[in-house]
């Protein structure tokens, strides 16, 4: 299903006001600050390395329409900019995505069950510390030593 293209109304001086200072942006973000980058840049060199004469903002504004449009024919790389509808998702892909969606979900509901649940039990294996461990050997130890003893 393609749709026409897209219309923006403007109404009154209010919408007359905003599309001027977009055009106004528009063009001082691509036209005049490269132009004035490019008049500082020549008039740089000329002061410094060559003795050539300064431009203007008007020759630089010159200069940089020459420059961008030799970049634009010589490079090898099409600049294009396309306006253009995303294309819809088919009834597989839409598929996919629900289930993938669905799991997530489920996943995130048994995250939640797990994180609020109150009946996870601490099993406490006891493990003898190493002193009754030791108390221990000594006492088998006495008790052997002592029925040595006794049987002599």
């Not at 509808?85 to 993938?100: C, N, V």
């Amino acid at each position: 299903m393609r749709k026409g293209p897209k219309i923006i109304q403007i109404n009154g001086y209010r919408g007359i006001f905003l599309a001027a200072f977009i055009v106004i942006c528009l063009f001082a973000g691509f036209v005049l600050f490269p132009a004035k980058v490019a008049t500082l840049l020549w008039n740089y060199v000329a002061a410094n390395y060559i003795s050539i004469p300064q431009i203007t903002l008007w020759q630089g504004c010159l200069l940089w329409a020459m420059t961008a449009l030799s970049i634009y024919i010589l490079s090898n790389r099409k600049f294009a900019i396309s306006f253009q509808q995303p294309t819809e998702l088919s009834d597989a892909e839409m598929k996919i995505l629900m289930d993938r969606i669905h799991m997530q979900q489920q996943a995130q509901k048994l995250n939640a069950m797990i994180m609020q649940s109150n009946d996870i039990k601490i099993i406490k294996k006891e493990i003898p510390s190493e002193t009754e461990q030791n108390n221990d050997n000594r006492t088998d130890m006495n008790s052997d030593v002592n029925d040595k003893q006794s049987q002599q």
